[in-house]
Structure formats: C-alpha cells, structure tokens
C-alpha cells in the first residue's frame, strides 16, 4: 500500500516528483476563487476521511481544502467523538474506515499507533503528525525554500530550541533531498538519534552547536518550533528562560544570518518565546507561504497515494 508515513520510506525521486506536481497545481490555480475545483480533479469520486486525535487548524483545513479542491469529499472525524476514544481497538478502526473511503490521513500520538493503522488499512495512510515526525510539513517547507531560493541541495538548515517531531521530518529531508543539518538546542532536548543517523548515513552533514550565534552564520534557512510540543508537559517559567530562551530567533541572532537566509516556523508560533514577532512578521519570513503550501503540497501527496 503506497502509505505516506515518513520521509526515510520513500524514495527521493518521488518526494521530488511530488513538489514538483504541487508547484504546477499551484501555478494552475492562479485567478481561481478557494471554493473553485482545479482544473484537473484527482480526487474526483473519492472519499477521504481526516481524523484527528489532537488539535489543529493548517492540516484540519489545508486537507479538506486540498481533498475539495481536487473533487473529492472528506470527512472530517475527531478521535474523542469515535469508539477509538471508547476502547475500540486501531486495527478495527482502520478495518472499519477502509470500508467507506478511499484514504485516510490521520493525526495520533504514538507513532507506532499510525504503522499499526497503517498495517490494518486497505487503503492509503498519511501521516498527519505523529509525536515523532510531520512528514507533510516539511514536504511544504522545501517547496517553499526551493519557491523562494531555488534547489536546497546542497544548502545548510540551521534549527533553533527543541528536536521536536517536525525536526525529526526535517533530518528524513535532510537525506532525503541532500541538504546539511545544525542543531542548536539545549542537550536534553535534542532530535532523535535514529533521524540523525538516516540523515547522515544518506550523505547529509548533521552537526551540534550550541552556541546559537554561531550555528546561525552560514545557514541558508532558520527554522524553529513551539518549544513543547502538543504531547510534552509545559516548561516551567524557569526552564523557559533559563534552557530555551538563548535559542529564541530573534533580531539579533537574524542579523548574524546570511542576508538572504529565510526564516521557516510551522506555526502555531508562541510570539516572544521561540521567535519575535519582529521575526516573524520580518522580510526573511516565509510562515505564511509554509502555511499555503501545506494545500498544495498534501493534494500532490493524496494523488501520489493513489497513482503508486
Ligand atoms: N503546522 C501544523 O501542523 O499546524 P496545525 O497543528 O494547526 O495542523
């Protein structure tokens, strides 16, 4: 089953080939109205099921818009509204929905819960954020790069604060399509080792800084995320100043940057914390164009599911 879990599973000529796609379904669209078909409709006849364990508002709507888009239906399903919150098992589930749909996009905790639903499924699986990775993020995050810059081969990423799921995406992508990688967070919270070593066994240089003034200087693209993510406890007001606030991306760690460096945040951003809005709402962000992406790219990501 062509399943979309995790950047390290599928080869880079198809990641290529699905920006690639994105980028002409995006072009194509230009003049037409949010609630307008696209010109050619991949879904059309399909039935897609969206279901969510956890909060969210980009891959919530950025999914029904693509599926709507493209002329299919989705429905959207909350994991508290479904016997899954009642103890049904995830194998059922995904036996169940295989029945009625066509593919299935879904946003859980353990990762080992997604290849489990994905083992189970008849139908295409995408990852839409597990508490390890967040594969569609970044596939919209290097087709905004490459948008902006042109390729990110060969380009150095330089990640602020904690090595969270979308950093473990961004290390699959690192191997996957040939750029360098810099981590600049507190020790305790640094990405996956296994993510590390596909990034570096694929031929990317992974490096450590912890000096952040320093990781910042020869990077092409700034990233950064919420500092906790949805399945970690809060910080306390101490640990916040006294680990994560030297990696906050702010004006002066921007202006030791490359002048055309860009800055990237998957957004939701907790202005002040891990980014300023200075930065933020700056010349060298891109969040929103990230943002818009994820419509793009997740249509390329569905039609890819189908067509394998
Ligand atoms: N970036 C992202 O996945 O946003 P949501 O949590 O709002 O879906």
């Not at 970690?232 to 760690?253: C, H, I, R, T, Y």
Request: charged share 25%.
């Amino acid at each position: 089953m062509p399943d979309f879990l995790d950047l390290s599973d599928i080869p880079s000529r198809d990641l290529e080939g699905i920006i690639a796609r994105a980028r002409e379904t995006k072009n194509s669209r230009i003049g037409r109205a949010n609630g307008e078909t696209d010109a050619d409709t991949r879904l059309g006849g399909k039935l897609v099921a969206l279901v969510f364990e956890k909060p969210s508002t980009r891959t919530r709507v950025s999914f029904e818009a693509a599926v709507r888009q493209q002329g299919g239906q989705a429905l959207v399903l909350y994991g508290s509204e479904m016997q899954l919150g009642r103890g049904e098992t995830v194998a059922d589930t995904a036996r169940v929905l295989s029945r009625y749909v066509d593919l299935i996009m879904i946003r859980t905790f353990d990762h080992n819960s997604l290849f489990e639903f994905a083992e189970h499924a008849d139908v295409p699986v995408v990852n839409g954020l597990t508490n390890k990775s967040h594969p569609c993020q970044i596939m919209a995050d290097i087709m905004t790069y490459e948008e902006k810059r042109g390729s990110i081969r060969g380009r150095s990423i330089a990640w602020f604060g904690s090595g969270n799921n979308v950093c473990t995406s961004f290390l699959h992508a690192a191997g996957r399509f040939g750029f360098d990688f810099v981590f600049s967070g507190p020790v305790e919270m640094q990405p996956c080792s296994e993510a590390v070593d596909f990034a570096r066994e694929n031929g990317a240089s992974v490096q450590f800084e912890f000096d952040p003034y320093s990781a910042v200087v020869d990077a092409d693209l700034i990233v950064t995320d919420a500092w906790t993510s949805m399945h970690d406890a809060e910080l306390s007001e101490k640990d916040k100043l006294q680990k994560m606030l030297p990696f906050q991306v702010n004006g002066d760690l921007m202006a030791k940057a490359k002048p055309d460096a860009l800055f990237m945040h998957c957004l939701p951003a907790h202005r002040e914390e891990e980014v300023t809005s200075e930065v933020m709402d700056g010349p060298q962000s891109v969040v929103f164009d990230e943002t818009e992406n994820r419509l793009h790219v997740q249509k390329s990501i569905l039609s890819w599911c189908l067509d394998s």
